[in-house]
């Protein structure tokens, strides 16, 4: 973690900033306990246009020049935040990530008090509010899971003003120069519909699609090098296929079918199940039964979306298709007649 100080441009207003011991800092008389950052390695395999679309968005070419806070857009499983983690690292600044929800309140989203040992309030900063302090990148994963409530609070943030105001302890922070930010954001129905004067502070858009055969077969690689080569081909030729019909099926779905596959074939190694058994077992274990068959599924996914609708007119709003007072039913022609 950073330990430098706030440069006194970016301070708030009022007040002072100060660390008082490592991980804590005092602003405006309130000390805060800073959250840790994210550690672990990230790589980013292929699609390498997106990731300087995103390194690029968070360049300032002249002191007046702001960075902007892009969103990244794609199926669950394809690699967002990983992007977002592999773009961090080549920054060579702290990383910190805050898992949006339903339920996410501006509180948790900035400062929150916890009541300590002592008795006493301690104030803990958020992920995002320490990068802003620190100077990190912070990542909002999932950020359309979030309310227009939570969001609001942010505002200030994502425009020329750059600070956030915490209610619960009273002060104005204002980020540091070099802090940056990214939104995650899955493309499904469980999600939230954010408002346009957020969506107009998120950009631009990047969308993080689906990798080639070569990509995906390396990405496998590298998160299972002790898987056979036969099944990472098994899956890499899956997965290709499934994108080639639109399916969802991402490149976390074959490594969580391939962690099953393996460890199914190492559990008795008296009586192993084939390669074979294992991945079609974990196919079905992990996806559900209707991945066995894509065409189907597929197929009945076109229908479920509309494409083989007939268009329906007023009548068949108040009628059966095959009763008889229906107005627009074409009665079979009688042929003995």
């Known amino acids: 973690m950073s330990g430098s100080q706030p440069s006194q441009k970016h301070r708030p207003e009022v007040g002072t900033a100060q660390h008082v011991t490592p991980g804590h800092i005092e602003i405006d008389g309130v000390r805060l306990k800073l959250s840790h950052p994210y550690e672990a390695a990230g790589q980013w395999i292929g699609q390498q246009e997106v990731l300087m679309q995103l ?3 968070w360049i300032s070419v002249d002191d007046s020049d702001l960075p902007l806070t892009p969103r990244l857009i794609g199926s669950p499983g394809v690699g967002k935040t990983q992007l977002a983690i592999a773009a961090a690292k080549a920054q060579g600044r702290p990383l910190y990530i805050y898992q949006c929800t339903a339920d996410t309140r501006p509180e948790d989203l900035l400062i929150t008090p916890v009541l300590s040992q002592g008795g006493e309030i301690a104030y803990h900063a958020s992920p995002l509010v320490t990068a802003m302090i620190t100077g990190g990148i912070c990542i909002l994963d999932e ?3 979030m309310n227009e409530k939570s969001w609001a609070s942010l505002a ?12 619960v302890a009273g002060i104005t922070i ?4 070099e802090f940056r930010a990214t939104v995650t954001m899955n493309q499904d129905e469980s999600t939230f519909e954010i408002p346009d004067y957020i969506m107009s502070r998120l950009q631009p858009t990047l969308s993080v699609g689906f990798p080639s055969k070569q990509d995906e077969m390396s990405i ?14 098994m899956t890499v030729e899956f997965l290709q296929h499934s994108h080639e019909l639109k399916l969802d099926f991402s490149p976390r779905d074959g490594i969580n079918l391939l962690r099953f596959a393996i460890k199914r074939m190492m559990q008795d190694k008296n009586h192993p199940i084939s390669a074979d058994e294992a991945w079609q077992e974990a196919l079905e274990k992990c996806l559900g039964e209707e991945a ?7 197929q009945r996914r076109k229908r479920t979306l509309g494409g083989d609708a007939v268009p329906l007119g007023l009548a068949d709003l108040f009628f059966d298709p095959d009763d008889p007072l229906h ?3 074409e009665d079979d022609e009688d042929d003995d007649l």
């Open 327 to 329: 107005p627009d039913r």
């Open 174 to 177: 204002h980020a540091e120069k």
């Open 156 to 167: 200030p943030l994502l425009d020329g003003r750059r600070y956030v105001e915490s209610i």
């Open 292 to 298: 066995v068959d894509l065409e189907s599924l597929a």
């Open 55 to 57: 390194l690029a968005c």
């Open 143 to 145: 950020g359309n899971r």
């Open 220 to 233: 496998l690689q590298y998160h299972l090098p002790f898987a056979q080569p036969e099944m990472l081909a």
